[in-house]
């Protein structure tokens, strides 16, 4: 079985051990609406401690926009490229919504992808 990083963020492992959770669910509505977004403190598998200093994820909100950028910009090409949708009040409407259902999956990404950046996996 192959792992890095790709393997730890897509599949909610730990980015060092690749084996304990980083989330307590897989499942990012769950996780954020049942759960509060809250994520183990330290790793079940090999104890490394997630939050390596008081506020580390704040950094994750700069992973979160351009996700979401990312994500409206794949919509408003799909909808011009494909729908052929020229009306701009449906565009915005359409982008505003996906944004907001695909919120939790945002959030979920954004912690593990700046997590994984300062993270080495071990060899």
């Avoid at 790709?6 to 996780?31: A, E, M, Q, T």
């Avoid at 565009?91 to 979920?108: D, E, H, K, R, T």
Wanted: proline share 3%.
């Amino acid at each position: 079985m192959k792992t890095g990083k790709l393997y730890s963020i897509f599949f909610n492992k730990c980015p060092r051990c690749n084996k304990g959770k980083f989330w307590k669910s897989n499942n990012p509505y769950y996780n954020l609406f049942l759960n509060g977004g809250e994520n183990h403190s330290h790793c079940l598998n090999c104890d490394l401690k997630f939050e390596i200093e008081p506020g580390f994820f704040y950094g994750a909100m700069y992973i979160s926009y351009g996700l979401g950028i990312g994500i409206g910009s794949l919509i408003l090409i799909i909808s011009l490229a494909v729908f052929q949708m020229k009306n701009i009040l449906l565009l915005s409407l359409i982008i505003g919504i996906s944004i907001l259902i695909l919120a939790p999956v945002n959030y979920f990404l954004s912690r593990l992808i700046w997590l994984n950046t300062f993270i080495d996996n071990k060899s």
